[in-house]
């Protein structure tokens, strides 16, 4: 079983729209968690890192439960610049990055 | 500020050829990371470093070696390469905190033939 697994979608989306979707990862003892953004031939970005609280910065959000070992993220009023693959990332006790294989999202016009 | 800096950006390389990926970063980071990313495969640590003159083993580390003689640089080798090892290759530098993020160099995309 993969250390954490991601839909892969795609999701293909119109602007304006909400689209959500979630990783899950199987390590208990990880500590940290992020979601990185890719885009196509590019190097992956830190969007945001997941609180236990959760956390929004601006139209995205996201989610941790620590019980169900799962990460979600939600993008609201979607625009055409949201088109990437979004990496789930998880820390782990030994300081190393485990990264989801992304889930692709398309805006249309 | 130049970040995490990788050379070279494309390779093609012959079957058995030898050949050294560079990183250098510039923000005095102690861990180092090395890892490949292949289509449907996420990306998968082949080697990393916490800190100069240490290196370990990630999750695919078999044809590949590193070496961090310097805080700032961390070299990938390829002693005889394999078409198995056509891929994208991206270093990453990080803090030792666990809750801060990673930063990518541009990648390294290398073929071989």
């Known amino acids: 079983r993969k250390e954490v697994e991601q839909d892969p979608g795609p999701f293909n989306v119109p602007e304006g729209a909400t689209v959500a979707f979630n990783c899950t990862y199987s390590?208990?003892?990880?500590?940290?968690f992020f979601w990185y953004r890719q885009d196509c031939r590019k190097e992956p970005k830190l969007l945001m890192s997941?609180?236990?609280s959760g956390n929004e910065d601006g139209r995205f959000t996201a989610q941790l439960n620590r019980a169900s070992q799962y990460i979600s993220l939600l993008i609201r009023d979607s625009k055409l610049s949201d088109s990437a693959t979004y990496l789930c990332?998880?820390?782990?006790?030994?300081?190393?990055?485990?990264f989801g294989a992304g889930t692709t999202v398309t805006v249309r016009a | 500020n130049a970040g995490v800096t990788q050379t070279p950006k494309f390779r093609v390389l012959k079957t058995g050829q030898s050949m050294t990926l560079l990183c250098a970063q510039d923000m005095n980071h102690e861990y180092m990371y090395w890892y490949r990313q292949d289509p449907g495969m996420g990306l998968r640590l082949i080697h990393y470093?916490?800190?100069?003159?240490?290196?370990a083993k990630g999750e695919v580390p078999d044809g590949y070696n590193v070496s961090r003689l310097k805080k700032q640089n961390f070299l990938l080798g390829l002693e005889s390469a394999a078409p198995s090892q056509t891929s994208v290759y991206f270093c990453a530098s990080g803090t030792a905190s666990m809750n801060t993020e990673a930063f990518f160099g541009q990648g390294t995309r290398l073929t071989v033939v």
């Open positions: 997941v609180y236990s």
């Open positions: 390590n208990s003892a990880s500590q940290s």
């Open positions: 470093s916490v800190g100069e003159g240490t290196t």
């Open positions: 990332v998880v820390n782990r006790r030994d300081y190393k990055l485990s």
